[in-house]
C-alpha cells in the first residue's frame, strides 16, 4: 500500500501562486510514477500534470502549460505541483495518484493509489 498525503491548498486571488505537496509513504517502490488530477464542482475529474519518479519525465494536460509546473524529491518521497497564473477555473480539488506504470499517465485508471485531495479555490 502507499499513502498519499497532499497539502498546500488554500484561497488565492487570480495571478498569485499556490505550490502543493504530495508526500507518499508505505511502499513508495512500487511507484513508478505520481500524477495530480482535479475535480471542480460538477464536474468529472481531469488529468493535470505527471512524473516519472526515476528519470523525471514530465507530462501536463493542454490547459496548465507554462502555468503549472510538476517536480519531485525522490529522497523525500515527495511531489510538488507549482502552480503560477492562477486562475478562477482553477478552483477544484486537486489529488495526488500514485502509479506502477510510467505510460498513459493521463488516465485516471492508470493509478492504483489516491490522496484525499486539497481544495483549491481562486477568487477573480
Known amino acids: 500500500q502507499v499513502q498519499l498525503v497532499e497539502s498546500g491548498g488554500g484561497l488565492a486571488q487570480a495571478g498569485d501562486s499556490l505550490r502543493l505537496s504530495c508526500a507518499a509513504s508505505?511502499?513508495?517502490?512500487?511507484?513508478?510514477?505520481m500524477g495530480w488530477f482535479r475535480q471542480a464542482p460538477g464536474k468529472e475529474r481531469e488529468f493535470v500534470a505527471a512524473i516519472n519518479w526515476s528519470a523525471g519525465t514530465t507530462y501536463y494536460a493542454d490547459f496548465v502549460k507554462g502555468r503549472f509546473t510538476i517536480s519531485r524529491d525522490n529522497a523525500k518521497n515527495t511531489v510538488y505541483l507549482q502552480m503560477n497564473s492562477l486562475k478562477p477555473e482553477d478552483t477544484a480539488v486537486y489529488y495526488c495518484?500514485?502509479?506502477?506504470?510510467?505510460?498513459?499517465?493521463?488516465?485516471?485508471?492508470?493509478?492504483?493509489?489516491w490522496g484525499q485531495g486539497t481544495q483549491v479555490t481562486v477568487s477573480s
Open positions: 508505505g511502499r513508495t517502490s512500487s511507484s513508478a510514477a
Open positions: 495518484a500514485a502509479s506502477t506504470r510510467t505510460f498513459g499517465l493521463s488516465r485516471e485508471y492508470m493509478y492504483n493509489y
